[in-house]
């Protein structure tokens, strides 16, 4: 393969001389009328393609073509920043799953309809609250269902919209220009984010709400039990992440740290986190998932790119659009979604 490479880029190099030389404009080029001038300057530009190429000769171009794709995370805001694609979401005792045709897929069951998402198109990112699912559509728009007690599914005068997160009764919404919205519970002023700027992720937990911002800073917002808001001192944050009772944070060099002392002494090399009462998941470089619970059995989990976190499973979005499904609690036998033969949206 190496010796091919070079051959062909010889080649062009002679032929790229020809052509801008003493037989420009000439059909056919008679090789009769070369002369000792012109030969010599061949010579001399093959001569020095050959030394650039050379430069190149500890690379295996086999290996090279054979290099698996990027995986489907993508950065948003600075170049540093990465969120999880939500293209799975698991909720309360259901999981939902984003299909390439935009479509939606759901499996379990939750009893204030949540999971009842059979009739959304156009969709491009899904999240799951406790009782209620929200979509966001390719327009900007988004869609809700579920629990409407609090006001949470009330969303259909949203636009501009980039990413949803859904909380507990209660759904926030980033707009394309950096700023947030609200709808449905306001406990412990949870919804209050009208003044955030600048924010490029949200994430909604029980009752407080956090928010990266474009300089890798999080703010958070609402019920301060135990400190679990103390986010004031982190940096170089590129991925956050809220559960009932903590609030994660990635950083560029692949640690994590948490609000609530959560041992995630072991998450290194980590591009993706997610947390759920009682654990906390995180995805690798490598396509594995580690966790801090020694009840969730992702050993044999391989070439995952997504990862999703319910109150009682754990969801990973493998980089072949399949996807993967294990119990956090061998008591919640919902826990256990029917994800066999699903194939979701990967984005290239």
Not at 199 to 221: C, E, P, Q, R, Y
Request: net charge positive.
């Amino acid at each position: 393969m190496k010796k091919s490479i070079l051959n062909m880029a010889l080649t062009s190099t002679m032929f790229v001389f020809l052509a801008n030389s003493t037989f420009a404009g000439t059909t056919p080029f008679p090789s009769t009328q070369l002369n000792p001038n012109d030969m010599a300057k061949i010579g001399n530009q093959m001569d020095n393609a050959f030394k650039d190429l050379d430069k190149l000769g500890d690379i295996d171009f086999d290996k090279v073509q054979k290099a698996p794709a990027k995986n489907a995370q993508k950065p948003i805001g600075n170049k540093s920043t990465i969120v999880t694609d939500m293209m799975i979401a698991a909720g309360d005792g259901y999981t939902l799953g984003l299909k390439t045709d935009g479509t939606v897929l759901s499996t379990g069951m939750n009893l204030s309809g949540a999971d009842q998402v059979s009739d959304w198109t156009n969709i491009t990112m899904i999240a799951c609250g406790l009782n209620h699912s929200v979509g966001l559509k390719s327009n900007g728009t988004v869609v809700a269902t579920g629990s409407v007690g609090s006001g949470e599914c009330d969303v259909a005068s949203w636009k501009d919209i980039k990413m949803i997160a859904a909380g507990l009764d209660y759904t926030i919404g980033l707009k394309k220009d950096g700023t947030v919205v609200a709808t449905g519970s306001n406990e412990h002023g949870k919804s209050e984010v009208k003044a955030w700027k600048n924010i490029v992720a949200v994430s909604a937990g029980s009752h407080f709400t956090a928010g990266l911002k474009s300089d890798g800073t999080v703010l958070a917002i609402g019920k301060d039990c135990s400190g679990v808001l103390n986010v004031s001192a982190w940096r170089d944050i590129t991925t956050i992440s809220t559960s009932f009772d903590n609030i994660l944070g990635l950083k560029k060099d692949g640690t994590v740290v948490n609000t609530m002392r959560s041992n995630t002494s072991e998450f290194k090399g980590v591009i993706s986190i997610v947390a759920s009462a009682g654990y906390v998941a995180g995805l690798k470089k490598d396509g594995t998932v580690v966790t801090n619970s020694e009840t969730i059995d992702t050993s044999s989990w391989q070439n995952i790119i997504a990862i999703s976190a319910g109150t009682s499973q754990l969801v990973g979005l493998k980089s072949d659009g399949t996807v993967v499904a294990t119990a956090a609690n061998d008591v919640w036998s919902l826990g256990r979604p029917n994800v066999k033969g699903w194939q979701l949206k990967v984005k290239k």
